[in-house]
């Protein structure tokens, strides 16, 4: 069996539809393309995940979907660490107890997959309905299993704790007890997938601040590319709002919190000045 799988290799059947990174962000039903609708809807005082907002319902159904497929390249992801790392030559590199605490988030990814199909079939959404990117997986790819740590189990599995709170509260607001119920389940699940990467993060680079450093810039790139031009934050704008309280019990120091969401201030002024320089060459060419 092959060590650290390519992408292009994940077994996946005709219902699923692959998008480069590029074409899912400007996916008009895509979190970041649906963004940019977001100014006129604040406006009259909805966001996209406001249960009154005409397009909450859309929005939900495209986010589960999103989550189906990240909890699908997690399972991939930490199934891949237990098999593609040695413990015999060098036990400090990837410690047997990494490996079995990544078989026992490989068990949490399967029950979330089910979860999530079923939890999408009670919203009225298919797999294949929406496009699936691999950028989880990818990360979880990574040759250094530091890297993939802070990558996946700190960022992206932090950015699912932002996400199943939201989507959690959606369901409080719109009184679905199936999606509450089943956003809490998962939510519980996350915030311990977090605590261990959080947990190994500091204990493989105890005596490296090198490394760790390194790891958690290569957190920054991701974080900063998965607010999803301010999606996700901690602003008024931001329908995934940051989860500051189960991302402490995750691990995560205030001050890491608060950088987070500077990261994501950071991307929707990017995201503004974009639109903005686009919106002012189209202008220029029309003239």
């Known amino acids: 069996m092959k060590k650290i799988l390519p992408v292009e290799e994940l077994a996946r059947d005709e219902r699923f539809v692959r998008v480069p990174m590029q074409e899912r962000f400007s996916d008009a039903r895509s979190p970041r393309e649906s963004s940019r609708r977001k100014e006129s809807e604040r406006r009259r005082g909805r966001t996209q995940m406001d249960p009154e907002a005409p397009q909450a319902p859309d929005a939900a159904r495209a986010l589960m979907h999103g989550i189906f497929v990240g909890e699908?390249?997690?399972?991939?992801?930490?199934?891949r660490t237990c098999w593609d790392f040695e413990t015999g030559d060098d036990p400090d590199e990837t410690p047997f107890q990494l490996k079995l605490d990544m078989a026992r988030q490989c068990w949490d990814e399967a029950r979330h997959c089910e979860i999530s199909v079923k939890l999408g079939e009670w919203m009225g959404t298919e797999i294949g309905e929406f496009a699936e990117s691999t950028f989880l997986y990818e990360a979880a790819c990574n040759p250094d299993p530091v890297l993939r740590?802070?990558?996946?189990?700190?960022?992206?599995?932090g950015?699912?704790?932002?996400?199943?709170?939201?989507m959690r509260g959606f369901g409080l607001d719109t009184g679905d007890p199936v999606m509450e119920f089943c956003e809490d389940w998962m939510l519980a699940d996350e915030v311990?997938?977090?605590?261990?990467?959080?947990?190994?993060?500091?204990?493989?680079?105890?005596?490296?601040?090198?490394?760790?450093?390194?790891?958690?810039?290569?957190?920054?790139?991701?974080?900063?590319?998965?607010?999803?031009?301010?999606?996700r934050g901690d602003d008024d704008e931001s329908p995934i709002k940051l989860a500051r309280r189960f991302r402490e019990l995750a691990g995560f120091?205030?001050?890491e919190?608060?950088?987070?969401?500077?990261?994501?201030?950071?991307?929707?002024?990017?995201t503004?000045?974009?639109?903005?320089?686009?919106?002012?060459?189209?202008?220029?060419?029309?003239?």
């Open 72 to 79: 699908l390249q997690a399972l991939e992801g930490a199934g």
């Open 149 to 157: 740590l802070t990558g996946v189990n700190r960022a992206l599995e």
């Open 159 to 166: 950015l699912a704790i932002d996400v199943f709170n939201t």
């Open 192 to 231: 311990t997938h977090v605590k261990m990467g959080s947990d190994w993060l500091r204990r493989l680079t105890e005596t490296d601040p090198e490394r760790r450093e390194k790891a958690l810039e290569f957190q920054r790139v991701v974080d900063k590319l998965f607010s999803l031009g301010g999606f």
């Open 253 to 255: 120091s205030e001050e």
């Open 257 to 270: 919190i608060t950088e987070i969401a500077e990261l994501a201030s950071e991307a929707m002024e990017e």
């Open 272 to 287: 503004r000045l974009r639109r903005e320089a686009t919106a002012g060459a189209r202008a220029d060419a029309d003239r």
